[in-house]
């Protein structure tokens, strides 16, 4: 009889998305150095917003209408009637939300992902890197948030802030040790400017989220262009371009990863 352990993450239950094949060169328990971003990814950022929205405003705003990685410009439309413009909006969420640690405290996990991520971390060869652009001060903030939902935040784990610069940094660092290395972040423009960096063995896995939509205007913001054309304009541009992540990357659900993951590890 199988036994029910508690003390392992809950990665039977999770979603399975149909259909979708995982790629089980894509993480290998053995070779991959799995490196996630942080607000967006592990953790409910979209959740964060509406409560945060809610909590202030009593109003709510609809997730599918955080359209793009601007928030303020995003959710304008909803209180447009409190602010003059959008960067008013966004001078009182970087006061009230973004740099204030209790509001990262006390966000959630995104479940299928945080369950397979736990899962990686007690059976992959390499430990987990966290890769973050949240403010240097939100530090112990972060440490804290990963270690009460059961991630290791010893040696071994890397956390590190930076901005989106800084995160291609970092990657193309860590791609000098490791051969295998996927990245997954839910920001356009990051995983644009890595997949233009072009750092050999790097794999890119975009977080879907709504604001990472084919039709965000953020692709138009910082184009990649494939074969004479923005990337947005391939009819192909969620799959693997070129048939590989070579010069490209993927838009993956939660679940589509968090299987992925977990297939890699059986
Ligand atoms: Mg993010």
Redesign the pocket.
């Known amino acids: 009889m199988t036994r029910f352990r508690s003390d392992k993450p809950n990665v039977a239950n999770l979603p399975r998305s149909e259909g979708f094949r995982p790629y089980r060169e894509l993480f290998d328990a053995e070779k991959t150095c799995l490196v996630t ?5 592990l ?1 409910n ?1 979209l959740e964060m917003i509406q409560i945060y929205i809610w909590d202030r405003y009593q109003r709510w705003v609809p997730g599918e209408d955080i359209k793009w990685f601007n928030v303020g410009e995003a959710i304008y439309e909803h209180l447009g009637d409190l602010y003059d413009s959008t960067d008013e909006l966004n001078k009182s969420l970087w006061d009230g939300l973004w740099n204030v640690g209790l509001w990262y405290q006390n966000a959630r996990p995104i479940y299928a992902y945080w369950q397979a991520l736990l899962s990686w971390q007690q059976r992959a060869s390499i430990p987990i890197h966290f890769l ?2 949240r403010p240097d001060c939100l530090h112990a903030t972060t440490m804290g948030w990963l270690r009460r939902w059961g991630f290791s935040t010893s040696s071994g784990c890397v956390v590190l802030e930076g901005g989106s610069i800084e995160k291609i940094k970092h990657l193309q660092q860590w791609a000098e040790t490791y051969d295998n290395l996927v990245f997954v ?3 356009i423009s ?1 995983i644009l400017g890595a997949a233009r960096a072009k750092i050999p063995g790097l794999k890119l896995v975009l ?1 879907a989220q709504p604001w990472n939509l084919a039709s965000s205007r953020d692709w138009c913001q910082t184009p990649l262009i494939l074969e004479g054309k923005p990337c947005y304009e391939h009819p192909e541009w969620d799959l693997f371009l070129h048939h590989g992540f070579d010069v490209g990357f993927r838009r993956l659900t939660e679940a589509q990863i968090a299987q992925g993951i977990i297939e890699g590890l059986e």
């Open positions: 971003d942080l607000d967006g990814c953790v950022t973050t652009a972040d839910d920001r990051t977080f």
